[in-house]
């Protein structure tokens, strides 16, 4: 190999050394970039995700009532309208109205009918 050569080569072999040790810069770089963006992340989304999940359960709590009074007209138990025990969910392909009427009441009047409400004194 002739000495110009070897020259050309100890040069192409040094910038690929320094071009490799600049991406490894740079991939560290990222690296830890990436490291603070996700815990920030999830520093605040975390809390974020916690207050909605806990808002859907309080807005469930506090229309439960308007749920059972208003449901029961949608699925067509006129017996139910109002009742504490109406349940109205579906499991599997079964609709279940209550745990003593499983599939409603067929007349007008339920004779274990409880107000969803708390009476005034």
């Known amino acids: 190999m002739e000495p110009w050569q070897k020259d050309f080569l100890q040069m192409i072999e040094g ?3 320094e071009a490799e040790q600049f991406l490894d810069g740079v991939l560290e770089v990222v690296e830890e970039i990436a490291t603070d963006i996700d815990q920030l992340l999830t520093e605040a989304i975390v ?14 709590d506090a229309t439960q009532p308007i749920i059972q009074t208003v ?14 025990h109406y349940y109205g969910q579906v499991h599997g392909d079964n609709l279940l109205i209550c ?21 005034k004194h």
């Not at 809390?47 to 469930?60: F, Q």
Request: include cysteine; charged fraction near 20%; aromatic fraction near 8%.
């Open 47 to 60: 809390p974020v995700v916690e207050i909605c999940l806990g808002l859907e359960t309080v807005v469930g």
């Open 15 to 17: 910038i690929t050394s």
């Open 99 to 119: 745990a003593m009427h499983p599939y409603g009441w067929d007349e007008d009047a339920c004779p274990d009918w409880q107000s969803t409400w708390p009476e």
């Open 71 to 84: 449901q029961p007209m949608i699925e067509e138990h006129s017996a139910c309208i109002g009742c504490r």
